[in-house]
């Protein structure tokens, strides 16, 4: 499986932008697809994921209400939308993808995903 992100760049605090992440693998049936993030000097961390069967969604508590993540079959392809964006949020978001297993989309663990992409840089200006 091969993942490569696109649409990151540098917005001023309150802007939007929108990620996307296209997949190789023709079929998802069986995947949950996430979106993680890794600031400087940080730990890489979780922000939003999909199931990518029945589009059911999870997200970090501190992006709710500003990103929504979603998938698009036809076009093997997933989503980030990002509303509102905090200099906080400033940092290198990557696309994973893994198998599913029980309760993985819910732990949004690193560890769990074996697929990722090379990563796109938000920066958010105050």
């Known amino acids: 499986v091969q993942l490569v992100e696109s649409g990151g760049g540098s917005v001023q605090a309150g802007g939007s932008l929108r990620l996307s992440c296209a997949a190789s693998?023709?079929?998802?049936?069986?995947?949950?697809m996430g979106w993680f993030r890794q600031a400087p000097g940080k730990e890489r961390e979780f922000v939003a994921a999909?199931?990518?069967?029945?589009?059911?969604?999870v997200y970090e508590e501190s992006v709710k209400g500003r990103f929504t993540i979603s998938r698009d079959n036809a076009k093997n392809t997933m989503y980030l939308q990002m509303n509102s964006l905090k200099p906080e949020d400033t940092a290198v978001y990557y696309c994973?993808?893994?198998?599913?297993?029980?309760?993985?989309?819910?732990?949004?663990?690193?560890?769990?995903?074996?697929?990722w992409g090379q990563g796109t840089q938000v920066t958010v200006s105050s």
């Open positions: 994973a993808a893994t198998r599913l297993s029980f309760g993985v989309l819910a732990r949004g663990s690193v560890d769990e995903y074996d697929y």
């Open positions: 693998r023709r079929t998802f049936s069986n995947y949950a």
């Open positions: 999909i199931r990518w069967s029945d589009g059911n969604t």
